[in-house]
């Protein structure tokens, strides 16, 4: 099929090269006209003689086999793939979540920080829609700006909309 391929492009250049030198060849008269009509109607069979080839050959119910059947594996091959995908889905919904988790628990760390509040450890728990489930925060120590675990809670529902029953403080 390849080897038809490269002897129909070889056939074109050579076409191509034949009606440029005829077009530099030929006279300006009322035969021009003509000429090119010929020219015309082997350029059109050079470029159909493949595609006759193809139906004159008998390799037309072949190559339909041939396709068919590629198909038929490549659905196969999309089937299992599809597993695949849905493992892959997971993993990134699992890494989107863990990232979501990370930079809620660093945000909350820094903003407490900022209010001069010692923060040990934020832990946060979400839900399957992202959901904040708890967050639970270990404090070291306390500031003049947060004296109190109340005063905790109270910062973080008002930064971040959460109910205060959903924030957990723990502290020396």
């Known amino acids: ?101 990370d930079k809620l628990s660093d945000d909350i760390k820094s903003k407490l920080e900022n209010k001069g509040v010692s923060i040990k450890d934020v832990e946060v728990n979400l839900d399957n829609e992202y959901g904040i489930e708890k967050i639970k925060i270990a404090v070291k120590k306390y500031s003049q700006n947060c004296p109190d675990s109340g005063s905790v809670i109270t910062f973080v529902k008002n930064e971040y909309d959460i109910d205060s029953s959903k924030v957990e403080v723990r502290g020396e």
């Open 1 to 101: 099929m390849i080897e038809g391929f490269k002897v129909w492009i070889n056939s074109m250049l050579c076409i191509g090269i034949f009606v440029l030198f005829i077009k530099l060849v030929i006279p300006n008269n009322h035969l021009k006209k003509y000429i090119y009509s010929m020219i015309g109607i082997i350029t059109i069979i050079t470029v159909i003689s493949p595609v006759m080839n193809f139906f004159e050959n008998d390799t037309m119910e072949s190559s339909l086999n041939q396709v068919i059947s590629d198909i038929s594996s490549n659905e196969m091959a999309i089937s299992v793939d599809n597993s695949n995908i849905n493992k892959y889905q997971d993993l990134n919904n699992q890494a989107v979540k863990q990232g979501f988790i």
